[in-house]
């Protein structure tokens, strides 16, 4: 009697995959988002340390709609296209072959829809501060609180802006002492790595703390 | 970041429209992320030159659906669109990836990833700034 399931050889069982030898496999892809308002200087990060110039993509947002997926209903004239920055890095020294895939994400809300594509299974999220327009901050960074995607800040140091020091922008943005709050240029390569391990550790905090279940909150993250 | 004028959004969507066929909806569950392969498959007559675009890309390297929407200058559903042909025809392909690779959507990636990257990343930028960890 036939069994059901195809053997691992079966040509079936890659049907639509890629022909190449397994020792080829794609590199695993880890998203990380960078979120800011306009000037914030999202571009400027992703582009320091992404291996191709930042790409501007566009998408539809069609208004009073989730299904982001769908061109149905663009015929209402009310649709409208977002860009957002792609940018890419391979990552082949890692433990396992990696890419790491950056949006740069628009920061007005009324991009939710887009908010949520793009921070679906990502790592975390840089918000980057600019401290002449602090406010736009507050709307970033209680969408990433509500959807419980780990986040650090970053604090852009523009020319001739008030230098704020990292403690007073957590107190301006009313965040918990458990999110990283460090100062940063975007145009530096180095500055913007570090950023991103700081991201990736806290993100890796925030991993082992969510599977302790009941645990007070607090008492091991503000440890 | 940009939102055009009226009169811009009414012909890209103009433009997409055509370029899709009037189709509004992918055949194929991709995300943004969702990377491609060129596959045996040959394109049929009368597809979009975009198409061939897409095809000439993924021949030089595994291309995501969001690198080859920000190529074309194309809204992503419409890259959609076109990339679900392609895969159907077999011109494309999504390619195996590493075991390790179930990333779980949902939930984020695991532990194990998140200590891989961070590796990956010290290793590739050694100067990267030590910022203190908070918490
Ligand atoms: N001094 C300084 N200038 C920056 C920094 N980051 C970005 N800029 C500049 O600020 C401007 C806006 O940055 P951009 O990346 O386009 O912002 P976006 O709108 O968030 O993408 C550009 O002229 C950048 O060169 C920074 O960390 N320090
Ligand atoms: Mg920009």
């Not at chain 1, 460090?182 to 599977?211: E, F, I």
């Amino acid at each position: 009697m036939p069994s059901p399931t195809p053997r691992p050889d079966d040509p079936a069982a890659v049907l639509r995959t890629s022909p190449r030898p397994h020792a080829d496999a794609a590199p695993t892809v880890l998203k990380i988002v960078i979120a800011g308002g306009f000037g914030a200087g999202k571009t400027t990060a992703v582009g320091a340390v992404s291996e191709i110039t930042p790409l501007s993509t566009e998408e539809y947002l069609t208004e009073a709609s989730a299904d982001v997926d769908s061109l149905a209903g663009i015929e209402a004239k009310r649709t409208t296209t977002v860009a957002f920055d792609f940018g890419r890095l391979s990552l082949p020294d890692a433990p396992v072959p990696l890419e790491l895939f950056l949006f740069g994400m628009p920061g007005q809300d009324r991009f939710v829809d887009l908010w949520y594509d793009l921070s679906r299974g990502a790592v975390g999220t840089v918000v980057l501060v600019d401290t002449r327009r602090m406010e736009s901050s507050f709307t970033p960074v209680s969408f990433f609180e509500d959807i419980g995607l780990p986040f650090v800040v970053a604090v852009n140091q523009f020319d001739g802006a008030h230098r704020y020091q990292p403690e007073q922008v957590r107190t301006a943005l009313e965040l918990p002492a458990s999110v990283p709050v460090v100062t940063c240029d975007a145009r530096d390569p180095n500055h913007v790595a570090g950023v991103l391990l700081t991201l990736v550790g806290h993100a890796v905090k925030n991993a082992s703390a969510s599977r302790v279940h009941h645990a007070p909150t607090t008492t091991f993250q503000d440890a | 970041m940009s939102t055009h004028g009226r009169a811009a959004e009414e012909s890209t969507f103009v433009r997409t429209y055509t370029l899709t066929r009037g189709r509004t909806r992918p055949r194929h569950l991709l995300g943004l992320a969702t990377v491609l392969d060129a596959g045996p498959g040959r394109l049929g007559p009368a597809q979009a030159e975009e198409c061939e675009e897409i095809l000439a890309l993924c021949r030089e390297r595994r291309r995501s659906v969001v690198e080859l929407a920000g190529r074309l200058g194309r809204p992503v559903t419409a890259v959609k669109v076109l990339v679900s042909d392609l895969l159907d025809a077999e011109a494309l392909v999504v390619p195996l990836t590493h075991p390790y690779a179930d990333t779980g959507a949902e939930s984020g990636p695991s532990t194990q990833l998140l200590a891989a990257l961070s590796a990956g990343l010290k290793r590739k930028w050694p100067d990267a700034i030590a910022y203190p960890q908070a918490g």
